[in-house]
C-alpha cells in the first residue's frame, strides 16, 4: 500500500464548531506532517510527528490541535477555527527525515470555514 | 538564505516540446531536491529527485540537471504532453523534516 489517505475531501465549518481531519498511511513511515495549502501557494509546514512524538510546530496557534493516536494515523483537530484558515488541509509522510526518500502526500481536505 | 527561487511562475508549451523550469538556492548545506507534480484539487505527487552528488537524473521523460557550483537546479519535461499540465514545485532540504519550497510553476501544454 503505497498511499496516503485523508478524510474527509470536502469540510464546511461555522466558527464555533469542532471537527477532525484524518489522515492514514500503511507504508511504514514513522514520520507524518500537515500542511495547509492557500491557492497558487506551496504548501506550509504545521506540524511534524516522528515516532509518534511531536517535533515540530511551526508557531501554528493553538485553533489547531494534532494528534498522533499510533504510527499509521494522524489527526487535526479544529476548533474555532477563523474564515483565513479555510484552505487546502495535507498529510503527507515520509520513512524518516525528508531527505531520505521523499514525502508522500494525501490529496488533502479542502477546508471552508464560514 | 533558506529561499528556494523558482521561475518561470508560468510556462506555456507546444506538445511535445521541451518544458524546463529553474530552481536556485542559496543555502550549501541542503542535500536532497525533489521536485513535486500537483494538479488542481489533489495533493502535490513527488515526481524525480537528486541529491547533490549527480549532476543528472532522468526518470522516463523527466530529468533533473543539477549545477552545484551555480547553486541551481532544474526540471526537464521531454515530449511534454497536455497530461503534463499542472504546477510543478521545486523544493530542497537539509535532511530534516523540513522541505523549503519554491513558489510553483503553473505549466500548460497546448495541443
Known amino acids: 500500500d503505497t498511499e496516503v489517505t485523508q478524510t474527509p475531501k470536502h469540510l464546511v465549518m461555522g466558527m464555533t464548531n469542532k471537527k477532525s481531519l484524518k489522515c492514514e498511511q500503511h507504508?511504514?513511515?514513522?514520520?507524518m506532517y500537515w500542511y495547509k495549502q492557500k491557492a497558487k501557494k506551496p504548501p506550509e509546514l504545521m506540524f511534524v510527528?516522528?515516532?509518534?512524538?511531536?517535533?515540530i510546530n511551526e508557531s501554528v496557534p493553538s485553533r489547531f490541535s494534532p494528534e498522533c493516536p499510533n504510527s499509521s494515523l494522524l489527526n487535526l483537530h479544529l476548533h474555532a477555527l477563523q474564515p483565513e484558515d479555510s484552505a487546502l488541509y495535507l498529510c503527507?509522510?515520509?520513512?524518516?527525515?525528508?531527505?531520505?526518500?521523499?514525502?508522500?502526500f494525501g490529496p488533502g481536505t479542502r477546508l471552508t470555514v464560514l | 538564505q533558506q529561499q528556494v527561487k523558482q521561475s518561470p511562475q508560468s510556462l506555456i508549451v507546444q506538445k511535445g516540446g521541451i518544458s524546463i523550469i529553474n530552481c536556485a538556492y542559496e543555502?550549501?548545506?541542503?542535500?536532497?531536491f525533489p521536485w513535486y507534480q500537483q494538479f488542481p484539487g489533489k495533493g502535490p505527487a513527488l515526481l524525480i529527485a537528486i541529491r547533490p552528488d549527480v549532476s543528472e537524473k532522468k526518470e522516463g521523460r523527466f530529468t533533473i540537471s543539477f549545477n552545484k557550483s551555480a547553486k541551481q537546479f532544474s526540471l526537464h519535461i521531454m515530449d511534454s504532453q497536455p497530461g503534463d499540465s499542472a504546477t510543478y514545485f521545486c523544493a530542497a532540504s537539509i535532511s530534516n523534516y523540513q522541505l523549503i519550497w519554491g513558489a510553483g510553476t503553473k505549466l500548460i501544454i497546448k495541443p
Open positions: 543555502n550549501t548545506a541542503f542535500d536532497y
Open positions: 510527528y516522528s515516532y509518534e512524538k511531536l517535533s
Open positions: 507504508m511504514g513511515h514513522r514520520a
Open positions: 503527507a509522510s515520509s520513512q524518516e527525515a525528508a531527505g531520505f526518500g521523499g514525502q508522500f
